[in-house]
């Protein structure tokens, strides 16, 4: 139930095109839903967070889609370029744990040039 | 400049020895985390402390221990018992761990290497 389950586990994108990833979660206490982007040897940084009383947040060419009802959030990077290859972790928690985060397994994206 | 700071960046031990993980922050952040990362695997919570003189298991603590003496500084030990303790470990951060929305900030990690 405290799982975090995110695909794909890789996924290519020609530049220019739209990166999609998906992240399923059971437990309906979890209230808040951030992203995290890590390049390659070097540790995970924030890249946008959504709380469910919103269904969607967008922060230039970055989307996060919540679908509470299906337990569902994605997120969307528009125009994708190559400087956005790097692994995605989605991730979740409650307020009651704001700093304790349940992560996915991660997204390896890579954005042809 | 704020932040976290680990060392070393590479540990190569011996299989049987123990190890300490460095993890120091000057973001005056109460709350501090230690994660393992294995490809595919994304990031497993070894530890966490929510103030000093205080820690608790997180999902997979068998074969580390952590000491949180000093609010700034939270090292990890990797002990002979971890019987498989190549990785990438991360340390993070945040103002606490209850009652707000709260980003974590992570350090640039440590990859240890077994022989």
């Known amino acids: 139930q405290q799982q975090v389950k995110q695909s794909p586990q890789s996924l290519i994108v020609q530049k220019g095109g739209i990166s999609i990833i998906n992240c399923a979660y059971e437990n309906t206490a979890f209230d808040y839903f951030p992203w995290y982007q890590q390049f390659p040897g070097k540790g995970p940084a924030l890249l946008i967070a959504i709380r469910p009383d919103v269904s969607e947040k967008k922060e230039g060419r970055f989307t996060i889609s919540f679908n509470k009802s299906a337990k569902q959030f994605s997120l969307h990077i528009m125009d994708s370029q190559p400087g956005d290859s790097a692994t995605y972790f989605c991730a979740a928690s409650t307020y009651n744990q704001g700093g304790k985060l349940i992560f996915g397994q991660g997204t390896e994206l890579s954005v042809k040039p | 400049d704020g932040g976290i700071t680990q060392s070393p960046k590479y540990l190569f031990r011996k299989e049987g020895q123990n190890v300490t993980l460095s993890c120091e922050q000057n973001?005056?952040?109460?709350?501090m985390y230690w994660y393992r990362q294995d490809p595919g695997q994304g990031l497993r919570l070894i530890y966490y402390?929510?103030?000093?003189?205080?820690?608790q298991k997180g999902d997979i603590a068998e074969g580390y221990s952590v000491s949180r003496e000093k609010k700034e500084s939270f090292p990890l030990t990797v002990t002979s018992a971890q019987k498989n303790p190549t990785a990438f470990y991360l340390c993070?951060?945040?103002?606490?761990?209850?009652?707000?929305?709260?980003?974590?900030?992570f350090g640039p990690g440590t990859r240890l290497t077994v022989l």
């Open positions: 973001l005056n952040h109460d709350a």
């Open positions: 402390s929510q103030i000093v003189n205080d820690f």
């Open positions: 993070a951060s945040s103002i606490r761990t209850s009652g707000s929305y709260n980003e974590q900030f």
